[in-house]
């Protein structure tokens, strides 16, 4: 049958990952065919023809070229494409296929029909164990197994005989069952994969949206079914294989990001559970309405990151997600870390003084420091670091300006009390500091970021921004957040999706925290937690919360977080933990551990050495450049992986990144946290901080190993992994 008419065409997983597995000119010819019939259904109709001994007869095949087919569900409008194959291998693939509707599950699924009177008497004979033996089949079922795919659940010998089955199995099923294999709970597996614990509430919901056309909407069929919404976007998805985060969200991904919120929302989850890819697809989202709402021409969306090399990174996955939102006139999108965006913001509205991010302009506070401090007598029993940290953490975090409001400040957290005698007399050095700071002509980012929320107070109405959108908010500072909230301040007409936080405060590691309600961003009832990793093998991820044990993490506003549920997808070996003799030792074996990893599975620029100090990062470098291994050493800026070479960089730096191996080594205890890091402690409860800061940084370190993690120490091992 010639199919002329504007259907709407969709594509199954299992249609992309075939699609891989062909020729390029198949692949392509069958691309050509896909995208001239989105531009003119009319002049390039789809040639659908019966499977013959089909048992889906909704199952029709396409003749992709003289040896090659692909078998789509034709139902009503809709045309999905299921798997590309020969011919023969095509018809074989189709004959006990089902396109099913599953209202428990919330999803459309495509399942092999096997024949149960013949599969259970193969497994009841066989003598070998089944890895599945011991679950009851009421619990596969109500997890979401397939009741046609039973039979081959049973069939299944070992965890190696899954991974080798994945395709065969509908891709719900495979991931059900690798979650069991792992010895996830119940809830564990729901969380993996997004379907509901409450079948009864999927179902009645379900019985009215039971057509295929509603069905492949839902959250959960858009993790498995690609409906791309324009030619661009299929070409741009088929040519360079950009499936993925980009097309196949999980369910959860999905509702957090493309729904309305009637104020700020916030996104929570371990590392590796797709916040950054949430803050995208919501950026999308945002710029989407925009884009197909006249009366809203002109307006954009901020996209705000702590670190300028993450801002880089997402604008660089955004022009693959949608690019035409960067590049339309004014953009509809801007990535900037919210630093630069304040310089850039305050350099417009000609704010005279220099802002002191880094550098030389930091070396001149440093001396005004010295000379403010010489010049005053200090109370009894404070020290120089804990009057600059009490600057700090308290006059400038909490914006104070004046000695009445420093006199009641809350200083919670800070383990040295100051009574009011002592507070007094610190307000004199704070207000010294501060004046000598103005007349050198120099800020501080705090003051540079209450300057521009002063602005704002009557500026934000006559800048574009419709809403904000915050990654690594875990490392914001009360000023940060007050300043989000005055770009997109509450206006007459409410609040509605103004503002969307994404962060992880188990990976805080700037020692900065702030509660977002005390910053007039209140997202009660519209907060929600990502629990699936989908970058870290299971093995690795438990390692790197084992860090955290016993630690009290916060929400990120006045509540306290936690990792329940929080689970990977994928299996690999465990962390190599190694005890050297000495530094010296540690360096050596690093260097053949490089050399013994799979050249041809791994390219060298996917290797991260992470260290803790810049001049560890130099002392890696020195030994590979003498064992001829080609290495780059990352600074600030995006990581250009087209350059060859093992990265070698800081902990903090390796934030945002992934690697397929990562080594960290020098956590002896002597090493790690460094001394000059614990020296500066001014009291025992900021020696406290400073260690849970150190915790969370091996953490994040950690969790940017995808499959293979080392971590090696010279002498005792730091406590911290102890
Ligand atoms: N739905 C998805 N399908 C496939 N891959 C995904 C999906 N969601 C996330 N990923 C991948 O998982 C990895 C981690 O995602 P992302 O960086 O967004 O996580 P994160 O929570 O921001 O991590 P971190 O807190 O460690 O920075 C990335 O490689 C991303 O492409």
Redesign the pocket.
């Known amino acids: 049958m010639m199919v002329a008419i504007n259907k709407r065409v969709s594509y199954d997983i299992g249609c992309m990952k075939s699609l891989r597995k062909l020729p390029d000119k198949v692949a392509l010819r069958f691309l050509d065919m896909m995208t001239r019939y989105m531009s003119d259904p009319s002049a390039n109709g789809l040639n659908l023809e019966t499977v013959e001994g089909a048992k889906d007869s909704s199952l029709k095949s396409l003749r992709v070229d003289q040896g090659y087919r692909a078998i789509a569900f034709e139902v009503g409008r809709d045309i999905m494409f299921v798997h590309v194959n020969e011919h023969d291998k095509a018809y074989r693939w189709a004959v006990n296929r089902r396109v099913k509707l599953d209202p428990d599950t919330n999803r459309i699924r495509v399942v092999e029909e096997i024949d149960l009177t013949v599969a259970p008497t193969e497994a009841s004979t066989a003598a070998e164990p089944r890895l599945f033996a011991e679950v009851a089949d009421k619990r596969l079922l109500a997890l979401g197994v397939a009741l046609e795919e039973l039979s081959a659940v049973r069939a299944l010998a070992s965890i190696d005989a899954l991974e080798a089955a994945e395709e065969d199995f509908d891709p719900l099923t495979y991931q059900i069952l690798y979650g069991l294999a792992a010895g996830y709970t119940d809830e564990e597996v729901y969380a993996l994969t997004g379907v509901p614990e409450e079948p009864e509430v999927a179902l009645e919901k379900a019985v009215q949206d039971l057509t295929f056309d509603r069905m492949i909407e839902t959250e959960e069929s858009r993790?498995t079914i690609f409906i791309p919404e324009d030619e661009a976007e299929l070409r741009r998805v088929f040519e360079e294989g950009l499936e993925?985060?980009r097309v196949?969200?999980?369910p959860e991904?999905r509702k957090i990001a493309y729904r309305d919120y009637n104020g700020p929302a916030m996104v929570r989850?371990?590392?590796?559970?797709?916040?950054?890819?949430?803050?995208?697809h919501r950026a999308k989202h945002l710029a989407d309405q925009i884009e197909q709402d006249a009366s809203r021409a002109g307006q954009r969306v901020l996209l705000t990151t702590f670190t300028t090399s993450l801002a880089q990174d997402i604008e660089a996955n955004l022009r693959t997600l949608c690019p035409a939102h960067l590049d339309a006139r004014p953009p509809r999108i801007e990535v900037i870390n919210l630093d630069r965006w304040v310089s850039q913001f305050l350099k417009r509205k000609n704010f005279a003084r220099e802002v002191a991010f880094f550098g030389e302009a930091r070396d001149r506070l440093d001396q005004i420091w010295r000379e403010v401090l010489d010049d005053h007598e200090l109370p009894e029993g404070l020290s120089e670091p804990f009057i600059r940290a009490e600057w700090t953490q308290i006059v400038q975090a909490k914006g104070l300006t004046d000695q009445r409001a420093y006199l009641k400040a809350s200083r919670a957290g800070r383990g040295t009390p100051l009574d009011r005698r002592k507070r007094t007399a610190l307000w004199d050095v704070f207000a010294d500091y501060r004046a000598r700071m103005i007349s050198a002509g120099l800020a501080e980012p705090d003051d540079a970021y209450r300057e521009a929320i002063e602005i704002l107070a009557s500026e934000a109405p006559n800048l574009p921004y419709a809403a904000v959108i915050v990654?690594?908010a875990q490392d914001m500072g009360e000023q940060a957040f007050r300043l989000i909230r005055a770009i997109v301040p509450v206006t007459s007409i409410g609040d509605r999706n103004s503002l969307f936080v994404?962060g992880?405060a188990h990976?805080r590691i700037y020692g900065r925290r702030a509660s977002m309600s005390a910053c007039g961003i209140n997202v009660r009832g519209r907060s929600r937690r990502?629990r699936l990793?989908?970058?870290t093998t299971q093995e690795i991820r438990a390692w790197a919360v084992s860090i955290l044990e016993g630690v009290s993490v916060d929400d990120l506003d006045d509540g306290t977080d936690s990792l329940r549920g929080y689970v990977s997808l994928m299996h690999g070996v465990a962390p190599e933990l190694v005890g050297c003799r000495s530094e010296a030792e540690e360096l050596e074996g690093l260097v053949a551990w490089l050399r013994a990893l799979p050249e041809d599975q791994i390219r060298l620029s996917d290797i991260g050495v992470l260290c803790a100090r810049r001049s560890d990062v130099a002392r890696v470098h020195g030994a590979f450049q003498t064992a001829g291994i080609k290495s780059v050493v990352l600074q600030a800026g995006a990581d250009d992986r087209s350059v060859p070479g093992v990265r070698i960089t800081t902990m903090h730096r390796a934030?945002?990144l992934?690697f397929f191996a990562v080594a960290i080594p020098f956590l002896s205890d002597a090493a790690f946290p460094p001394a000059g890091a614990l020296n500066a402690a001014v009291d025992a409860a900021d020696r406290e901080d400073i260690m849970t800061q150190y915790r969370s940084l091996l953490h994040?370190a950690a969790?940017?190993a995808k499959k293979a993690l080392r971590v090696t120490w010279s002498g005792t091992p730091t406590q911290l992994i102890s």
């Open positions: 993790q993925g985060w196949f969200l999980h991904q989850g371990g590392a590796g559970t797709g916040k950054t890819v949430v803050a995208m990654d690594e994404v992880d990976q990502l990793n989908y970058r934030k945002g992934e994040v969790t940017r």
